[in-house]
């Protein structure tokens, strides 16, 4: 329902100039690598790089089946950074509301969801009137659904298309550091360095020195094992309170979150059955794999 603009609203959004001659970037076309392809490169580089180190584990032991396992396992995650790269996030279409912002000239409309009120700017870029969960993203200059931030590292903007694979390339990642570590530790204790002593410092401190290489490359894997799970922790944050990246650091809707079905209920039951309703908001998101 839209509402109209209180006289602070009006004076606090100032009316924005537009260009109503430009219509070329009406339909999305995706740019070969996005806006930070040099980050992409790094990204892949890393996966590559932790491939070539765990092959080296691996080495050790000339399992083939290890050989097979951990190729798929680094191969997966590098299909998924190049999926999310190529994937659409949710990009709005332009000048959706230009003939509106030339009959009214409003700096802004408001309109009522959710029994909150939410003022939607005028973005001056795409030339419409910014929804509610949407943002524009100033490094790939377009307004992005139910945004959530700007990866460099993906090159891309992940929002309402590609958010659930994220967090599934977000889990893989995890699963696949989980089972590095755990294959490296295995490694030691069959090559006969482990007698139970798991929490012995000597004898960590004699490994290290003998196996240099080996104790640096768990070593390695257990802080990336680390990021990997805190990262984990935090989009299972986002999903159970059905809140975005930009919206938790933010705080765009005065510091209260009007999405999560869960946050204005007393009851135990009626906070659990909010959770619930959060989780299913994230399964229903839509599952982009093209641009």
């Not at 765990?54 to 089946?65: A, E, P, R």
């Not at 550091?177 to 482990?194: A, E, H, R, W």
Request: hydrophobic share 45%; net charge neutral.
């Amino acid at each position: 329902m839209e509402l109209e603009l209180t006289e602070d609203e009006i004076n606090a959004y100032h009316t924005l100039p537009c260009e109503p001659t430009v219509y070329e970037d009406d339909i999305y076309v995706k740019e070969n690598l996005g806006p930070n392809p040099r980050n992409l490169m790094v990204s892949l580089s890393c996966v590559t790089v932790q491939y070539l180190l765990m092959l080296y584990m691996v080495y050790q032991q000339s399992n083939v089946i290890y050989y097979l396992l951990f190729t798929f396992l680094f191969g997966a995650s590098l299909g998924y950074i190049l999926l999310l790269n190529q994937s659409n996030p949710g990009v709005l279409r332009k000048n959706a509301d230009l003939q509106k912002y030339l009959k009214d000239a409003a700096p802004a409309t408001v309109v009522m969801m959710l029994n909150f009120r939410f003022v939607q700017r005028w973005c001056v870029d795409c030339r419409i009137y910014i929804p509610p969960r949407v943002r524009h993203c100033y490094d790939c200059n377009r307004c992005i659904s139910r945004y959530d931030h700007h990866c460099p590292w993906l090159s891309n903007c992940i929002g309402i298309n590609n958010y659930k694979l994220f967090v599934l390339s977000c889990f893989h990642y995890f699963l696949t550091m989980c089972t590095s570590v755990y294959f490296n530790i295995t490694l030691i204790k069959d090559l006969g360095f482990f007698k139970g002593q798991y929490f012995n410092f000597d004898f960590w401190v004699d490994f290290a020195q003998h196996e240099r290489a080996i104790t640096l490359i768990t070593i390695m894997f257990c802080i990336t094992t680390f990021m990997a799970t805190y990262a984990m922790a935090i989009q299972t944050y986002f999903i159970a309170n059905n809140v975005t990246h930009y919206e938790f650091a933010a705080r765009p809707y005065d510091g209260i979150n009007p999405f999560n079905q869960g946050m204005k209920q007393a009851a135990i039951y009626q906070i659990l059955a909010g959770f619930v309703g959060n989780v299913r908001t994230f399964f229903n998101l839509p599952f982009a794999l093209k641009g």
